[in-house]
């Protein structure tokens, strides 16, 4: 009996050590099966517990994309519930937001994301060609992603928005709100500020790329400026009047 209670406690202190060493590439299996292939962890150094590497978020195609990077630690009071819940830090940032990690299941909440414009051409390739330019930030209030649904709602704000297909610079400020039922994500645009007002809904589902269906008005002081680059992406309907379809 002794024998045998000696053999189990070698195994489990063995398991264990397995465990405490696990790489940090296991998260990158269990990003990129949550999120079929738009998130990947590469570069990844340390272990499931504690590392850093840097954050892909990839194309519909999965193959360009933008990366940050990021450092990851378990705080461990969580493991009895059966999830790993990480402090996550982007870019060196002092501010740190909770990502939660189950077996089929991940969790990201109140964490603000500095992107660049380019990365509006990885949901919507027709933009890529524009040059877009100016700051974004991402609030995300809290968002789930389970088998390619997603649940939750985050706040995408794009200031100082300019294009290097024109002189007008900046072309505004705008807001783009996201919400995520578990069978589609659906989007509505509007103008914070700026001589282009824009406006729209759009939606995404799993495995399609997202529609997005809005206007653009250019007032008539910009109109021989900003015409020309709303006619790239959208049909003109009117004098300073433009019908935006992106998918």
């Known amino acids: 009996m002794r024998k045998w209670r000696l053999l189990g406690f070698g195994i489990g202190v063995y398991a264990f050590g397995l465990i405490v060493a696990a790489p940090a590439t296991l998260i990158d299996a269990g990003l990129q099966q949550a999120s079929e292939g738009r998130l990947r962890l590469a570069e990844a150094r340390g272990t499931l517990w504690s590392g850093t590497g840097q954050i892909e978020i990839r194309d519909a195609n999965r193959r360009t994309g933008i990366a940050k990077n990021i450092a990851w630690r378990v705080l461990p009071a969580y493991l009895p519930r059966g999830k790993l819940l990480y402090e996550v830090a982007l870019d060196h940032a002092v501010k740190h937001f909770p990502v939660t990690i189950s077996l089929s299941r991940i969790e990201v909440a109140d964490a603000d994301i500095n992107l660049p414009a380019a990365a509006l051409g990885l949901a ?12 974004m930030l991402l609030h995300v209030a809290r968002l789930a992603f389970e088998r390619g649904a997603i649940q939750g709602n985050a706040t995408l704000q794009w200031r100082a928005a300019g294009s290097a297909f024109t002189p007008v610079s900046p072309l505004g ?4 709100r996201f919400e995520g039922d578990g069978s589609a994500v659906r989007a509505s645009l509007r103008t914070l500020q700026g001589p282009l007002q824009l406006d729209g809904q759009g939606s995404w589902t799993s495995g399609r790329n997202p529609l997005f269906q809005g206007t653009a008005r250019i007032p008539p002081q910009h109109q021989q400026q900003l015409a020309p680059l709303l006619r790239l992406i959208a049909i003109e309907r009117g004098a300073g009047s433009f019908e935006l379809q992106l998918k």
Do not use: F, M, R, S
């Open 124 to 135: 919507v390739p027709k933009l890529v060609p524009l040059g877009l330019t100016g700051d």
């Open 173 to 176: 400020d705008y807001e783009l």
